[in-house]
């Protein structure tokens, strides 16, 4: 695959807490797109870094060290666990320390001092271990442990980290209907270098259970921890979620919606934006995928397809990509997809905006294999004679209109896993990427697939292909 002007990756800068060792833990010829007529000059922003992340947020190192109105705590139903003295005070220690414990931190400043939490919990934990065994079927016993046992680890005690993964995992195993445990453990990983498995865990709940189901305490843990995987699409939607619950407002969800919102810089329609800043790809196997939020677009390309523009300029995006090469006599031919994406003129229609386009050559209404809207307008013309010997010129277009989405971008995000630390052990760390906002308000979209009649067939089979593999916001 040739990529021009190839777009460096994004690394973002984060701190994760490191998991103990292994024994403790587990050329095409010119297009129909004379429609366009667009100049790009590069436009380098700089990049914004954000400091040190250690624990969750060492720039809200205050906001973390300050109580929490959402307790995960408060989720195990004391009623159904052994009405047992030594558990009923584990549950009444570990509501005590769960602010305090209920993630780790290098910068202690608590009232209580942390090796009196780290004994009190190590007490707690035995307490339950012991009662386990007394009553293995007992899943909110099991539940308990498995949270007592996460803030043991975030105090630092030996083979908790193991111990709370064991037991939110049997939970799991007497009631699979139950997303406490699930979540539990999300919470746990989203702490440690297993944070894209932890985000991955939270959007599996979201996935199978309505929004409205879950509580407030769920919703700040899953937004802690997107924040974390770099998805403040899906952090910010945690905090209209919030917001719809009538939960409480807290710093802690004050801080993490502020941080949220300044990763996704302003929209500025006079510029030419440089083609980093608003294109990411990824090539996985003989595919590659290119995504723009500004555009409200994801991409994928055939290996051997050539990428002759990806640009943002005079408020519109413009992607065009070779297909082929196709074998013709003389030369071998390449066919064009491209795609447009503009904001209407006032008061223009969508069917003003087709009239607009297809003003030129007769053109003629066809049925597309996929539409990625409501609504679609396909149309085809002939330009007889545009390629010579190699026949008439074809072209297809599909047009089509997306009202700007809630939560941009939430479409194309998936957790993001940071590096490991050098030599395995300490901090990993990584920058929070910016990203440009989407362009706003209701967008029209043009997809365009331009070909010789000699090669149409090869070049519908990749315009189907490159439909089918569209998405659009």
């Not at 300044?262 to 995504?291: C, H, I, L």
Request: net charge negative; hydrophobic share 40%; charged share 20%.
């Amino acid at each position: 695959m040739e990529v021009r002007n190839q777009l460096p990756p994004v690394y973002a800068k984060t701190a994760r807490r490191q998991l103990p060792k292994q024994s403790e833990r587990s050329s095409k010829y010119p297009p129909f797109s004379v429609l366009l007529d667009y100049t790009v000059s590069a436009f380098q922003i700089a990049s914004i870094s954000m400091s040190k992340l250690a624990c969750l947020f060492c720039a809200l190192c205050v906001v973390l060290q300050s109580p929490r109105a959402f307790a995960d705590i408060a989720a195990i139903h004391a009623g159904s666990l052994p009405q047992e003295v030594a558990v009923l005070n584990s549950l009444k220690d570990a509501t005590e320390l769960e602010p305090y414990a209920r993630s780790w931190t290098q910068n202690w400043k608590y009232p209580v001092a942390k090796t009196e939490a780290a004994a009190r919990l190590g007490v707690d934990l035995a307490s339950l271990n012991s009662a386990v065994k007394a009553h293995p079927d007992n899943a909110e016993l099991l539940l308990l442990t498995g949270l007592v046992a996460h803030y043991a680890y975030n105090v630092d005690l030996p083979g908790s980290h193991d111990t709370s993964l064991a037991a939110l995992a049997a939970a799991e195993r007497l009631d699979k209907a139950d997303f406490r445990a699930p979540w539990f453990r999300a919470t746990l990983l989203c702490q440690t270098t297993q944070l894209a498995a932890g985000a991955d865990q939270f959007l599996a709940i979201e996935n199978g259970n309505p929004w409205e189901r879950l509580p407030a305490a769920f919703w700040a843990d899953y937004m802690e921890c997107a924040t974390l995987a770099k998805m403040p699409a899906h952090a910010l939607r945690a905090e209209d979620h919030l917001e719809k619950l009538h939960a409480p407002a807290t710093d802690m969800r004050t801080a993490l919606a502020d941080a949220n919102r300044k990763r996704s810089n302003p929209f500025d329609p006079t510029k030419e934006y440089a083609q980093k800043d608003v294109w990411e790809y990824e090539k996985v196997a003989n595919q590659t995928s290119f995504t723009s939020t500004s555009c409200g677009l994801r991409m994928h390309v055939q290996s051997g397809w050539a990428v002759d523009r990806l640009e943002l300029a005079k408020g519109s995006c413009v992607a065009d990509f070779s297909t082929g090469p196709y074998n013709d006599t003389p030369s071998k031919m390449r066919p064009s997809i491209l795609v447009m994406v503009q904001q209407p003129v006032e008061n223009e229609t969508l069917d003003d905006y087709v009239k607009r386009l297809s003003s030129k050559g007769g053109f003629v209404p066809f049925t597309p294999s996929r539409c990625p809207a409501d609504r679609c307008v396909a149309i085809t013309g002939t330009k007889p004679g545009a390629y010579g010997t190699s026949g008439d010129g074809r072209a297809l277009m599909l047009i089509f209109e997306r009202d700007q989405p809630e939560f941009p971008g939430l479409a194309f995000e998936s957790p993001s896993q940071p590096s490991p630390p050098a030599g395995g052990a300490g901090m990993a760390y990584y920058r929070p990427s910016q990203t440009q906002q989407r362009i706003p308000g209701k967008l029209y979209y043009v997809v365009l697939l331009d070909t010789a009649a000699s090669i149409e067939e090869p070049a519908m089979k990749d315009f189907e292909f490159f439909l089918q593999q569209l998405t659009v916001e």
